[in-house]
């Protein structure tokens, strides 16, 4: 992989199994907006920056080389060899190797982790452009204004915060669940940090110390803000894909790469209803 500066950003060479429209709109993350010309607008680490890919090459406008480094080659965990583990998953079951081919380009993507778990609060019995609405909201009422939007509040600016005062972002019975969660990782009664490395259910635990924050959230915060991918969240379509396509088996079946398996699980049942007809 070859990163080179041009005018306004970087090009990427050789990057592989990456699909932008699979990785950044199968709601793992809710602000990145894709453009007419098929290329996302986005905000992650107080940064906004347009990505689009051609042939295997990545092109990052408003960015350098250096912040390529330092933030978008870890973000979109260029590092991991998904091929490899594509071939490796897809040898526990013949569905899960159909839903490999079928959406090759998802990776998991390496989220702030107080975002992470905002953003999942937030998706509690909620759909994909509520949830990017109400994010929306909350960055432009309390984020530090950035060039090309606003940054996502931290968790020491929303401690400071009420149930009343996230009124207008209309999130209903989270806001609670976000001030909770503030005041919590502000305090370091929850250490984010933490649940990077020490063991999982001692991980999942220290999130759950939150109000609100269930197995579910616990488990996407850990996913998609930790990096954590042996986490398999379990939410309505995921049990549905499980009852359905995979009768008999468990997450832990899914072995030390069962969040990616989860991905293409999740976003092959998504894009066949019909699966589910009978």
């Given at each position: 992989m070859k990163c080179v500066e041009v005018e306004n950003g970087?090009?990427?060479?050789?990057?592989?199994?990456?699909?932008?429209?699979?990785?950044?709109?199968?709601?793992?993350?809710?602000?990145?907006?894709?453009?007419?010309?098929?290329?996302?607008e986005g905000i992650a680490f107080g940064k906004c920056v347009t990505v689009r890919l051609e042939n295997n090459t990545l092109y990052i406008e408003n960015t350098t080389k250096d912040d390529f480094e330092k933030i978008?080659?870890?973000?979109?965990?260029?590092?991991?060899?998904?091929?490899?583990?594509?071939?490796e998953i897809s040898k526990i079951h013949s569905v899960l190797c159909e839903a490999a081919k079928y959406a090759p380009g998802?990776?998991?993507?390496?989220?702030?982790?107080?975002?992470?778990?905002?953003t999942f609060i937030i998706?509690?019995?909620n759909n994909i452009k509520r949830i990017k609405g109400i994010v929306q909201r909350l960055c432009e009422s309390f984020g530090e204004k950035i060039d090309g939007g606003y940054a996502?509040?931290?968790?020491?600016?929303?401690?400071?915060?009420?149930?009343?005062?996230?009124?207008?972002?209309?999130?209903?019975?989270?806001?609670?669940?976000?001030?909770?969660?503030?005041?919590?990782?502000?305090?370091?009664?929850?250490?984010?940090?933490k649940c990077r490395y020490c063991d999982y259910d001692e991980a999942r635990?220290?999130?759950?110390?939150?109000?609100?924050?269930?197995?579910?959230?616990?488990?996407c915060t850990l996913l998609f803000g930790l990096h954590r991918i042996e986490?398999?969240?379990?939410?309505?379509?995921?049990?549905?894909a499980m009852e359905k396509l995979f009768p008999n088996m468990k997450p832990d079946d899914f072995g030390e790469y069962a969040g990616i398996a989860q991905q293409y699980i999740?976003?092959?049942s998504r894009m066949h209803p019909e699966l589910f007809d009978s």
């Open positions: 970087v090009r990427v060479e050789g990057v592989c199994d990456l699909d932008l429209a699979q990785t950044l709109d199968c709601g793992q993350s809710f602000r990145w907006t894709e453009r007419e010309d098929g290329s996302f978008w080659y870890d973000y979109f965990d260029l590092s991991l060899d998904y091929g490899k583990i594509r071939d998802i990776r998991i993507l390496r989220q702030e982790p107080y975002e992470a778990l905002c998706s509690q019995n996502f509040p931290t968790a020491e600016k929303m401690s400071r915060l009420s149930p009343d005062d996230l009124a207008p972002l209309r999130a209903g019975f989270r806001n609670r669940y976000l001030v909770d969660a503030a005041q919590k990782v502000a305090s370091g009664e929850v250490d984010l940090e635990a220290e999130l759950m110390k939150i109000t609100g924050v269930g197995v579910k959230v616990a488990d986490a398999f969240p379990v939410d309505v379509w995921m049990k549905r999740f976003h092959y």
